[in-house]
């Protein structure tokens, strides 16, 4: 038996009074009129940046206009063809350190609290938390109201070990003296592109 596997039996051992999970079928969960806008505007208040693509707009192009001084970009996605380093042939984590641009794709926005799912589609998840910048790309038809709805819809992909994150805006703390230190734990600034499907 594993050590997790005994620190479970003797959590179950020591239990006192059991619950009934809560029934969650009629919850009134919040939702908007134009779930994109409200997911724009909190991704905007919790300190990251979504811009709306028109349909057949350079992506490349459009990274390089918003990161002009990028020298290493890390995607594995295969339109984004200025990638110089791939999180997928990379020898290890590491080999990312000193990414300036990473960009991946999300699944769905949730308008709520601008949060995306992101599943691990790529052999070195860290390339999401070690870039200076992040890119999501997530079609703009994907977004859910709220969280009841996002729980739902999670998927994890089989090839990478059943990994996933939510991601939302820049990383950010106040632990020290108060002070708001971006990029402290991840990305120091994360722009959603919003694209046409």
Known sequence: MSSKEDILKKYRANIRQQFDMPDLSDINAITYP???????????????NAIEVESGRDINEL??????????????????TIATRNPDTVGRARDLNGTDVGVIRGK?????????????????????????????????????????????????????????????????????????????QAARSVTVLLLQE
Not at 63 to 80: F, G, H, Q, T, V
């Open 108 to 184: 769905f926005g949730v308008a709520e609290n601008g949060c995306i799912w992101i599943p691990q589609q790529m052999k070195e998840k860290v390339v999401c938390f070690i870039s200076e910048n992040l890119i999501i790309l997530l079609p703009k038809s994907q977004i859910v109201n709220n969280m009841h709805e996002a729980y739902k819809r999670i998927e994890f992909d089989k090839t990478y070990d059943g990994y996933g994150t939510f991601i939302s805006g820049p990383s950010k703390t106040a632990d020290i003296a108060q002070v708001l230190v971006m990029g402290a």
């Open 63 to 80: 990274i390089r206009e918003l990161y002009p001084d990028a020298k290493e970009i890390a995607s594995n996605l295969p339109e984004i």
């Open 34 to 48: 134009d779930p994109l806008l409200q997911f724009m505007n909190m991704t905007k208040s919790v300190g990251g």
